[in-house]
T-cell receptor
Framework: GIQVEQSPPDLILQEGANSTLRCNFS?????LQWFHQNPWGQLINLFY???GTKQNGRLSATTVATERYSLLYISSSQTTDSGVYFC??????????FGSGTRLQVQP | DGGITQSPKYLFRKEGQNVTLSCEQN?????MYWYRQDPGQGLRLIYY???????QKGDIAEGYSVSREKKESFPLTVTSAQKNPTAFYLC???????????????FGPGTRLTVT
């Protein structure tokens, strides 16, 4: 099956800093989603982005499907951005395959 | 409000007992999914269903069973055959379409199951 790798596994930032999270995948995909998992475990949809670039406030994402990677940009980070960020893809079967996540800690 | 509900939020069971986790959605989505998350890891697919009365095994289906009798509901039973059932269980749903199209998945709040 498809492999999804996320980097870095852990990231510590000072409030106000910018960051880039990366997601590499091993095969062509029909869907790519970015999620933020909050401390209570809820998965919050950030982007549905099988290709191209999208922006939502301080967050933006770019997927280059031909090169099999996606990037999530967080600008002017806030403490509320802390949590785990997951990349997940659909390839073949119609269900998501998740990466292991990037654990982000934003310090005041 | 439209959304996905899972109940209960926390569930405690003794080893050897079967337990059923509830998942209901009012988004009029055809497809529903069950994932399992262990501490510090990503989610893994247990079962999914694209349509009523039909479902497929995911990567870790052993020790689990599901039913899909109604479009809105996709309950998951964790049987005594599941060797390590303590985990966080998340249900999701999405629209479906023809061909190889894929639609955005939305998740419920999850159920934390502890088996002792």
């Amino acid at each position: 099956g498809i492999q999804v790798e996320q980097s870095p596994p852990d990231l510590i930032l000072q409030e106000g800093a910018n960051s880039t999270l990366r997601c590499n995948f091993s095969d062509s995909v029909n869907n790519l989603q970015w999620f933020h998992q909050n401390p209570w475990g809820q998965l919050i949809n950030l982007f549905y982005i099988p290709s191209g670039t999208k922006q939502n406030g301080r967050l933006s994402a770019t997927t280059v499907a031909t090169e099999r990677y996606s990037l999530l940009y967080i600008s002017s980070s806030q403490t509320t951005d802390s949590g785990v960020y997951f990349c997940a893809v659909v390839a073949g079967r119609r269900a998501l395959t998740f990466g292991s996540g990037t654990r982000l800690q934003v310090q005041p | 409000d439209g959304g996905i509900t899972q109940s209960p939020k926390y569930l405690f069971r003794k080893e050897g007992q079967n337990v059923t986790l509830s998942c209901e959605q009012n988004l009029n989505h055809d497809a529903m999914y069950w994932y399992r998350q262990d501490p510090g890891q990503g989610l893994r697919l247990i079962y999914y269903s694209q349509i009523v009365n039909d479902f497929q095994k995911g990567d870790i289906a052993e020790g689990y069973s599901v039913s899909r009798e109604k479009k809105e509901s996709f309950p998951l039973t964790v049987t005594s055959a599941q060797k390590n059932p303590t985990a966080f269980y998340l249900c999701a749903s999405s629209m479906t379409g023809g061909g190889t199209g894929s639609y955005e998945q939305y998740f419920g709040p999850g159920t934390r199951l502890t088996v002792t």
